[in-house]
């Protein structure tokens, strides 16, 4: 696994949350962490998911409505915890036998989820049909899909597959297309301005980093980052709440100056090279990274890091995330950095275009002190700052 904020690697621990990797600040302190709650603690009408944590049971939902192509009205009618609808139960007997094909053919292994039936059909087709045979698609390629489970080590261990050079190489070239090591240890903060872009239209954000905190804002409507001991949204409603599920997946994703800095190269395998858009990568495959497999592409060439593919762990397989880099640019400080990155997740898509990185610039003592607010966690409906129905939301939006 790789190094974290130590209190985010003791709760990723507990929780078997997703994780991309963050830069390990020397400093961070290991404050207890408090312990995990399990779904049934939380919730009213846990019958399945006995003894699995709380934070994850929204994400899993997700899960369900996107391998079935469905609203969470196709199973729920209001309360949540209601047990009205037929599909409710039947959910509940799949659920049931996904853990038991999993235990009994898989070792355990979660190879077998919803969506492997369903496809985003809440009727899957099990009738093999001509014209289904006609219009197969290709052959998957030969190396593994990210969220699918881990895979025993293969006999290459961290060597590269066929041409492609060991996962430390890969590792090494990258950080010196970055800058070097010396140049990025040297990196103690960073203001970014950038504005996020989605379909719907565009929002100013700004990014301040100092050591391994930092802090996600949009001015007066919400903040998100790390304040040194946890992961957090913040908006003046709400007041600040430790984020979970997919909203962490994403704001580890951000935790680091550079992510994959810190992969743990005795898990990774690399295959490669093979093309992906208009460029030739190398893929790192690292198994079981916080709870969900990632792959991470690298440019053969430039030996820059190009995507991410992770997610979120549920209780039955990983939420996807995808996020590329791209547009590296000088930042300053002999150090250089993507201007342009795109998060992809199964609901949404939005691009920060970044428009100026200041490496150590003077970030404010308090920068990081949110004002106070209530704290809400947990429960129905209740634990997301979004829309109902959905996960929760992403950074500062
Ligand atoms: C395919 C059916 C299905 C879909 C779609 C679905 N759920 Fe569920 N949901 C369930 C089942 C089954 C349980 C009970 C799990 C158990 O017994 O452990 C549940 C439990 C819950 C609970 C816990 C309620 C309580 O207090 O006991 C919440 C909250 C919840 N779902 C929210 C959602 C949300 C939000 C969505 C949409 C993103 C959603 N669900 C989509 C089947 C579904
Ligand atoms: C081994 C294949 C398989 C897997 C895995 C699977 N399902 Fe199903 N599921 C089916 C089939 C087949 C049907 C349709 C049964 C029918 O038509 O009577 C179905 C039907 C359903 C329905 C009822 C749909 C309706 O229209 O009423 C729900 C809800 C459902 N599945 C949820 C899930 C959930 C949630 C999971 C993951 C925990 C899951 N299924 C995993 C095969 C599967």
């Known amino acids: 696994m790789a190094v974290h904020p130590a209190s985010l690697f003791a709760t990723a621990v507990l929780l078997g949350a ?21 779904a049934e603690q939380v919730y009213k009408n846990i019958q399945v998911f006995q003894g699995l944590p709380a934070s994850e049971l929204r994400s899993t939902m997700q899960f369900f409505a996107d391998s079935l192509g469905v609203q969470c009205t196709f199973c729920h009618a209001f309360p949540f915890d209601a047990d009205v609808k037929p599909q409710k139960a039947t959910a509940r007997r799949m659920v049931k036998m996904v853990f038991a094909i999993n235990k009994d053919t898989f070792n355990g292994r979660p190879q077998v989820t919803c969506y492997t039936c369903h496809r985003g059909s809440s009727r899957p087709d099990s009738a ?45 070239k990258y950080t010196q297309a970055l800058g070097g090591a010396s140049a990025l240890a040297a990196v103690h903060s960073e203001l970014v301005t950038a504005s996020r872009v989605n379909a719907t239209g565009s929002a100013d954000e700004t990014i301040t980093r100092s050591g391994d905190k930092f802090i996600i804002s949009d001015g007066a409507a919400g903040k998100s980052g790390f304040d040194g001991s946890q992961f957090f949204n913040w908006n003046p409603r709400f007041g600040s709440r430790p984020a979970e599920g997919e909203a962490a997946t994403l704001l580890q994703a951000e935790a680091g100056l550079y992510p994959a800095a810190h992969v743990d190269v005795s898990k990774a395998r690399v295959f490669g090279p093979v093309p992906m858009d208009t460029h030739s990568v190398y893929i790192m495959f690292v198994p079981g990274e916080g709870g969900v497999n990632s792959r991470y592409s690298f440019d053969a060439t430039s030996g820059l890091l190009l995507r991410i593919d992770t997610g979120t762990p549920t209780f039955i397989g990983p939420l996807p995330l995808q996020i590329d880099f791209s547009d590296y640019r000088a930042a300053g400080g002999g150090v250089t950095l993507p201007y342009d990155i795109t998060f992809a997740s199964h609901s949404q898509k939005w691009e920060r275009k970044i428009a100026s990185i200041q490496i150590n610039a003077d970030v404010p003592a308090d920068n990081f002190t ?23 939301t992403p950074p500062a939006r």
């Open 18 to 38: 997703s994780l991309l990797t963050a830069q390990q600040p020397a400093t961070a302190a290991a404050p207890a962490a408090a312990p995990e709650k399990t």
């Open 128 to 172: 093999l049909s001509v014209a289904a045979v006609l219009t197969a698609p290709p052959p998957p390629p030969a190396f593994p899909a990210p969220g699918a489970a881990p895979a025993a080590q293969g006999p290459g261990g961290r060597r590269g597959r066929g041409n492609a050079p060991a996962a430390q190489q890969i590792l090494d």
């Open 370 to 392: 949110l004002p106070a607010g209530t704290e809400r966690r947990g429960g129905a409906g209740g634990a997301g700052r979004g829309a109902p129905g959905r996960g929760p």
